[in-house]
């Protein structure tokens, strides 16, 4: 049973530029959520997608967006990138229940980005 | 505005003891509560949850305690061993009845070493 994918592990960009980040979810999940961590920090929640639409999203600005594919895999597009936009991306995925608050969600490695 | 805080960032403990980390929250919307474990260059992995109608959940050498008049959660591992060592985060949400998967507010993850 594979877990959650993430490519690449470490990516190095330019102030500038912008780079585009992939997760795999789970097999059986339908929904993929992003997060950043800050070095010292706990996650934050950038958004979440599921039935290929952003469903909900945290205080990131319009330079973070996203996108889900029919088999439910999803990127993390990051345009204009800043210095501080340094972190390891984490992607998690869980499974849409509807009625029910449960909310594992099960994280992927993560992709180390640095901005130089 | 930090809405889950884990006051301690370290905690040293012996193989064999008790550990014990804290969590305290502010949301009182929040009504699923987790831990996640992180070793270094991999992504959290989910060790224990519990909704906010339970007091108590025990899986294994895990125990989750909520004290919801206090906003306060705690995860006893007895007894500790060496591969526990690692950064331990609790993380909060609340439910959206529309049975979407709800975004996790992380704190900032307390650092367990257990001596042998």
């Known amino acids: 049973d594979a877990g959650v994918t993430q490519s690449p592990t470490h990516l190095i960009k330019t102030r500038g530029q912008q780079v585009t980040l992939r997760c795999s979810p789970k097999?059986?999940?339908?929904?993929v959520s992003w997060y950043q961590q800050a070095l010292g920090q706990g996650p934050q929640f950038i958004f979440q997608?599921?039935?290929?639409?952003?469903?909900q999203r945290g205080n990131f600005p319009d330079r973070f967006s996203g996108h889900q594919f029919p088999n439910y895999s999803s990127e993390l597009n990051v345009n204009a990138l800043l210095l501080g936009d340094s972190a390891l991306y984490l992607c998690a995925s869980s499974f849409y229940a509807l009625g029910q608050g449960g909310n594992e969600q099960y994280f992927g490695p993560g992709t180390r980005l640095t901005v130089t | 505005d930090q809405q889950v805080k884990q006051n301690s960032p370290s905690l040293s403990v012996q193989e064999g003891r008790i550990s014990i980390l804290n969590c305290d929250y502010t949301?009182?919307?929040?009504?699923?509560f987790l831990w996640y474990k992180k070793y270094p260059a991999e992504g959290p992995t989910f060790l224990i949850s519990?909704?906010?109608?339970?007091d108590k959940n025990e899986d294994g050498r895990f125990t989750v305690f909520l004290n919801k008049s206090a906003k306060h959660l705690s995860l006893h591992i007895v007894p500790s061993q060496p591969g526990d060592s690692a950064v331990y985060f609790c993380?909060?949400?609340?439910?959206?009845?529309?049975?979407?998967?709800?975004?996790?507010?992380f704190g900032t993850g307390t650092l367990l070493a257990v001596q042998p």
């Open positions: 997608y599921y039935e290929e639409e952003e469903r």
């Open positions: 519990i909704s906010s109608i339970k």
């Open positions: 993380a909060a949400s609340a439910t959206s009845y529309g049975g979407a998967t709800n975004k996790l507010i």
């Open positions: 097999s059986g999940h339908d929904t």
């Open positions: 949301n009182s919307m929040f009504d699923y």
